[in-house]
């Protein structure tokens, strides 16, 4: 099972980081993935980590924004999102993908899902 948690409400150009647990299983192996969905869109790809932590991907829009990182030793995965937008404003899910020697950026690549996390940027 994997466990979002640390969104909320922030204002434009504030930072916040969320986080995603796995409980009941290991990360060791999985890529990990963020993906996000706004309301009245299709989910899409964020930001993506190997197992090993050696690959990252981003989505153009959060490049140069965001940071995702991992500790396998807690089993957590983070992303961490500077200078918020508006357009940043969805809920935010983490998921794991069998695919460890990769960063894979689309969703059937990943095999769990969490149950995301709401993240409000306002003006």
């Known amino acids: 099972q994997l466990v979002e948690s640390g969104g909320g409400l922030v204002q434009a150009g504030g930072s916040l980081r969320i986080s995603c647990e796995a409980s009941g299983r290991t990360t060791t192996g999985y890529a990990m993935g963020w993906f996000r969905q706004a309301s009245g869109r299709e989910r899409e790809f964020v930001a993506s980590?190997?197992?090993?932590?050696?690959?990252?991907n981003y989505a153009d829009s959060v490049k140069g924004r965001f940071t995702v990182s991992r500790d396998n030793a807690k089993k957590t995965v983070y992303l961490q999102m500077n200078t918020l937008n508006l357009e940043d404003t969805a809920v935010y899910y983490c998921?794991?993908?069998?695919?460890?020697?990769?960063?894979?950026?689309?969703?059937?690549?990943?095999?769990?899902w969490g149950q995301g996390t709401q993240v409000t940027v306002s003006s």
């Open positions: 980590i190997s197992s090993r932590g050696l690959g990252t």
């Open positions: 998921a794991a993908s069998g695919m460890g020697s990769f960063a894979p950026t689309t969703p059937r690549s990943y095999d769990y």
